[in-house]
């Protein structure tokens, strides 16, 4: 579908993107970003999509942006043509469901962009950190904002002062992800909760999905009456009317996505 910086295919459902740059780790330069974004963006758009997965290799989802590219920059590059507001938060455009599934390093900017997704399925030698600290930088994909709310403050201040890395359990435990799986079954395991994500009703999930995001995004009060609102708006739906009718029915539901 695309180049092969990414690559992509749907089953069922799913749609489902691999991070393609074996020879650096995944590492996310302008290229690479550029095709995730197409990538997403263009399965946003697939009706026959209801679900989204995003991968890297065995050995790397992403172990950060490319330190290389990045070496040559001056202050004036980054800020004429910030990167980050043009292609990295294309993920955060997409309505529907994305699942992270995560295997080896996680690391810098493939953290962050771990944590844009809506949740985080972890192999267990997946490894996270922020360790721009390290190269003289800080994190500049949302990640000094999402590790904290995320993992405590007390974690996330560990994480980004002192660049360590941290391993699936202790992610586990600090609620950054919510599943560990041996790393031979972390494909089968995001492509089944995409798959039962995806038998939804779409509409739904995205109200779902909006809703949630609300409680990072605003206070209490607020988070509160918006998820009312939401689910008021669900009963103006054929899908919400079609799954209360079918449990009284003790019947499968058949949702049509509207
Ligand atoms: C560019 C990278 C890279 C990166 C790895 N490579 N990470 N290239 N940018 N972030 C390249 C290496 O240079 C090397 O290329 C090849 O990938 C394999 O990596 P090795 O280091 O040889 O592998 P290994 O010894 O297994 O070590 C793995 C590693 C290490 C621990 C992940 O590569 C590493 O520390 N990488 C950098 C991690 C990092 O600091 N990430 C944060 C970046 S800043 P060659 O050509 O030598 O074979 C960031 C800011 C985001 O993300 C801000 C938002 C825009």
Redesign the pocket.
């Known amino acids: 579908m695309h180049d092969s910086l990414v690559i992509t295919r749907i089953e069922g459902r799913v749609g489902i993107i691999q991070l393609n740059r074996p020879?650096?780790?995944n590492?996310l330069n302008d290229a690479l970003m550029d095709a995730l974004g197409a990538a997403l963006i263009e399965m946003e758009k697939n009706d026959d999509i209801g679900c989204i997965v995003l991968t890297g290799s065995s050995k790397?989802f992403a172990?950060?942006?490319?330190?290389?590219a990045m070496q040559k920059l001056s202050y004036h590059d980054v800020t004429k043509d910030d990167?980050?507001s043009r292609n990295?938060e294309t993920m955060l455009q997409v309505r529907k469901p994305v699942i992270a599934a995560v295997a080896g390093?996680a690391?810098?900017?493939?953290c962050?962009v771990a944590m844009m997704c809506d949740f985080i399925i972890a192999a267990d030698n997946a490894k996270f950190g922020q360790?721009?600290i390290?190269?003289g930088?800080i994190?500049?994909?949302g990640g000094s904002q999402r590790l904290p709310r995320a993992v405590s403050k007390s974690k996330a201040m560990d994480m980004v002062l002192t660049g360590r890395i941290m391993d699936a359990v202790e992610a586990e435990r600090a609620g950054l992800v919510s599943r560990i799986v041996p790393l031979d079954k972390l494909n089968d395991e995001a492509l089944e909760a995409a798959t039962v994500i995806a038998g939804m009703s779409l509409p739904i999930a995205i109200a779902a999905k909006e809703a949630v995001n609300r409680a990072y995004e605003t206070t209490l009060r607020e988070g509160v009456l918006f998820e009312r609102r939401t689910f008021h708006a669900t009963f103006a739906t054929q899908d919400r009317k079609e799954g209360m009718t079918a449990f009284v029915e003790k019947r499968e539901p058949h949702f049509t996505h509207q």
Do not use: F
């Open positions: 020879s650096h780790l590492a790397a172990a950060g942006a490319d330190i290389s990167l980050i990295w390093y690391l810098g900017g493939g962050e360790p721009e390290k190269i930088t994190p500049g994909a």
